[in-house]
């Protein structure tokens, strides 16, 4: 093998595996979240709390054991606490989520501007083609979430 190709290999296997250690303490943070305000631990609750995938959680064995265990705990979990800290994890609750719900949001903003410049840039191109081989080009269309 040459030095080249084990680099890319080496500095791909690093990004793997650093991806992996965030989506590992990311669904180790939504535990202890979920666990915090006294929700159910179940795979689905962690794996929409962390934002990682089920599969992931499953082949994953420390977390796999670990919501395993914990989910088995809730069954028999103690009452939930006194209406006081109901309210504040009720607010930490809320304010998390709103949080979460903001950056999908601006995450998704970003994706479809990110489309509809591609999708301006491929409507310019035809325009153009169309305007070379003598064709009549229709008025381009007015866009209706403002400049990009």
Not at 29 to 41: D, E, F, N, Y
Not at 48 to 72: C, K, M, N, W
Not at 79 to 103: F, G, H, Q, V, Y
């Amino acid at each position: 093998m040459t030095d080249q190709r084990q680099r890319r290999i080496d500095t791909l296997s690093q990004a793997a595996r650093r991806k992996s250690e965030a989506k590992t303490k990311a669904a180790e943070t939504a535990i202890r979240s979920l666990i915090k305000r006294g929700k159910p631990i179940t795979f689905q609750a962690v794996q929409r709390e962390a934002g990682v995938s089920h599969s992931f959680l499953y082949t994953h064995p420390t977390l796999r054991d670990r919501i395993e265990q914990l989910r088995q705990q809730n069954q028999a979990a103690p009452p939930p606490p006194s209406d006081a800290a109901s309210e504040n994890n009720i607010a930490l609750a809320l304010t998390t989520e709103i949080a979460r719900l903001k950056k999908r949001l601006r995450d998704q903003d970003k994706e479809l501007r990110e489309a509809l410049a591609q999708a301006h840039g491929e409507n310019l191109e035809l325009r153009r083609e169309i305007a070379r081989r003598g064709g009549s080009v229709p008025p381009a269309p007015t866009s209706i979430i403002g400049p990009c």
